[in-house]
Structure formats: C-alpha cells, structure tokens
C-alpha cells in the first residue's frame, strides 16, 4: 500500500510541476527536444534547460508571418529559414554547455519581442526547467 501512495504522490509531484516549466527526463540516451512556438511577437521555449549534446527543436509558428529561427551560443550558430505558419518542423542541433540565444533574425523582430534563450548543462537532474 506504501509503494502505491509513493507512486501516486511522485505522479501527482509530476504533474504539479509541468505548469511551472519543470519537466522530468526521459532516457538519459536519448536526445533532448525543446519546445519553440513563435507568434509574431514572441518566442516560447520550454524547457529553459536541457543536457549538452543532440538536442532537437520543435518548431511551431502560431504567427501570421512566416518566421527564421537562429540559435547562437559557444560553438553554435544555426539559422533555420521558412518557418512557416501552422507547418510543425522539427531540427536538430548538436549543443555544448553554455547559454544559447534563440531569436528570430527577420528585420527588427528579436527587439519586437521574438528571443529567448537555452541552457544547456553537463547535469541531468530529476527535474529541469
């Protein structure tokens, strides 16, 4: 009956912490993907934190416009052209430790509100944000 209550509460624990941008790992081998919805003000990136290596992005444009996605930091710099609105895409990036800028390099639109960043850390914890 103990393992049931410690099961139920880790559960709820989980699902307590996905609103708040915690989310858990899943197979340490596997590579990471992040979450990047565009509008045309914005860029939402979720998780913030992730471990080093291949990481995969999740693409998704909820703008009008069709949007350019760039990811510079150490060692990095990646743009991705034609993102375009209600198409998903997904790419891959392979990432060292540091803080990576995500923004979009169209005309003024990184000062407009279109960037954000990653981290990325040697450390995989139980939960990450």
Not at 34 to 41: A, G, K, L, Q
Not at 102 to 123: K, Q, R, W, Y
Request: hydrophobic share 40%; net charge negative.
């Amino acid at each position: 009956m103990k393992s049931i209550r410690v099961g139920l509460a880790l559960a709820t624990l989980g699902a307590a912490c996905a609103p708040l941008g915690l989310h858990e790992p899943g197979n340490a081998d596997a590579p990471e993907v992040v979450n990047i919805v565009m509008t045309d003000s914005s860029i939402d990136v979720r998780p913030h934190l992730v471990a080093r290596g291949k990481v995969g992005f999740e693409l998704v444009n909820e703008g009008l416009l069709e949007h350019a996605l760039r990811i510079v930091g150490p060692g990095a710099d990646e743009q991705f052209d034609g993102v375009v609105p209600g198409q998903p895409r997904r790419v891959w990036v392979k990432l060292g430790v540091g803080t990576f800028r995500i923004f979009c390099p169209d005309g003024n639109h990184a000062d407009l509100g279109m960037s954000s960043h990653l981290d990325v850390t040697d450390e995989v914890n139980s939960f990450r944000r």
